[in-house]
């Protein structure tokens, strides 16, 4: 069932996300060739903490299997769900940040992928072309219109540059809780209800350089690419109004 929001909701929402995005502006200098990624979750969790908020990826999931960080941090291969750990990203990475907030019961959720160090022009592209897909599938969310034409914004778009657009994954509603319905597909599939007031979706094209299938790995948790090619990841936080499409989340800027 969707769960439309009312505009107080969305007022605490949107406090969530600009709390999240404050974070990732911190948080992006630090993800260098050379550190660790449990040493950038511990940041996160840390800061999430001291600015009243909670983490909330940290213990989603099965009680045999949670999540066990705030952030998932994925690399390469790696399309969703990286569990951080001593692992040190390396010169040429693709690192895929995933995060959310919950803040007093309402919960915020934005991706963002860095090329580490120097990368090579393929992974540039990738990325490049992954983020302007995400910001052709916020511009097709207009209330009054269908659900999936987000998903022919992104999968339209990506397919013209032979890339892997993951179809087992997707975006999906949030704001009461991390995932709600609706599912937000980026290849057109699925259930296709009407936008309107008071929707907040999470829209999240991952897009891989080679194939679009996907399988996870034996952790039970990080999805990695099918024929091990590379993977990018951008998503932000909308909400839908009679008159505007609003980006809750904030652009993340790269100043290094």
Same mark, same amino acid.
């Given at each position: 069932?969707?769960?439309? &929001? ?30 660790? *990624? @449990?040493?950038?979750?511990? +940041? ?43 692992? &040190? ?11 959310? @907030? ?47 034409? @987000? ?51 999470? @829209? ?10 996907? /399988?996870?790995?034996?952790?039970? +948790? ?12 951008? /998503? ?8 505007? *499409? /609003? ?7 790269? *100043?290094?």
């Amino acid at each position: 069932m969707i769960r439309l &929001k009312n505009e107080k909701q969305i007022d605490g929402i949107r406090a969530s996300c600009k709390m999240l995005s404050a974070m990732y502006r911190e948080l992006i200098p630090l993800i260098t060739p050379g550190v660790e *990624t @449990i040493e950038l979750d511990k +940041w996160a969790q840390s800061w999430i903490r001291k600015a009243g908020g909670k983490p909330a990826f940290l213990g989603v999931g099965s009680k045999k299997n949670p999540f066990p960080a705030s952030l998932c941090i994925s690399i390469n291969n790696e399309v969703i769900h990286g569990i951080p750990s001593r692992r &040190k990203i390396a010169d040429g990475d693709l690192v895929s940040i995933d995060g959310g @907030i919950n803040l007093g019961g309402f919960i915020s959720d934005q991706a963002f992928t860095v090329e580490a160090g120097k990368v090579k022009e393929e992974a540039r592209k990738l990325n490049a072309v992954t983020r302007e897909c995400l910001k052709r599938g916020i511009g097709a969310a207009r209330a009054g219109d269908r659900l999936l034409q @987000i998903a022919r914004a992104v999968s339209g778009y990506a397919n013209t540059f032979g890339f892997g657009v993951v179809y087992q994954y997707c975006g999906h509603g949030v704001g009461f809780d991390l995932h709600e319905d609706p599912s937000v597909p980026n290849v057109p599939h699925g259930p296709n209800p009407r936008m309107t007031t008071g929707l907040v979706i999470a @829209i999240e094209p991952m897009v891989n350089s080679g194939s679009p299938a996907v /399988e996870v790995a034996p952790n039970g +948790w990080t999805v990695i690419t099918a024929d091990d090619s590379l993977s990018a990841h951008w /998503e932000h936080t909308i909400a839908i109004f009679g008159d505007r *499409t /609003e980006t809750l989340t904030d652009e993340i800027v790269f *100043t290094f």
